[in-house]
């Protein structure tokens, strides 16, 4: 795939970028800055990592059924997101993470406490907000992203 990239620069970068933008700004306009989306993708990504063990499924309707249920019950698990991970995979300071963080829990986005570090514990509107229409958003916009690409395989 790399090869295809390396071929095909010019007629494929200008798309991934545009996907990068949108993807962005509406993350932007979701979680109210670039530092707190930034923030808010490393929490979602640590909760689908840690879901991933749990999963049988690939198809994803059936993950977002999981991602559900999971977010209601909870799930074991030793991965703890602290907030020195957050700036470490961010390159924002703790500072930084902390005080986002703080706001996304205020908002009903996550929750934190020291035992268990960040996790994501959104309202059920939030929740429902990201899985059906942010994460529809991003599926729709790199499924036409890998079209391009393989249209110039």
Known sequence: MENVLQQNFVA???HFLSFEISRS?????TWGSGNAYLIFQVIA????????????????????????KLTKTGF????????????????????TVRRHVKKLEKNNWVSYSKKEG???S???ENNKFLAE???????KSLGHFLDIIEKQK
């Not at 700004?25 to 306009?29: A, D, N, P, Q, S």
């Not at 909760?47 to 063990?53: A, E, F, G, N, S």
């Not at 229409?133 to 599926?139: C, L, S, W």
Request: proline content about 2%.
């Open 12 to 14: 494929i970068w200008h």
């Open 25 to 29: 700004k509406l993350g932007v306009e």
């Open 45 to 68: 990504w640590h909760h689908i990592l840690v879901m991933t063990d749990q999963a049988e499924s690939k198809i994803r309707d059936e993950a977002v059924e999981l991602w559900f």
């Open 76 to 95: 074991k698990t030793r991965s703890v997101l602290t907030y020195s991970l957050i700036s470490s995979l961010t390159s924002l300071s703790i500072e």
């Open 118 to 120: 960040v996790k994501f």
């Open 122 to 124: 959104p309202s059920e």
């Open 133 to 139: 229409v942010f994460n529809v958003k991003e599926v």
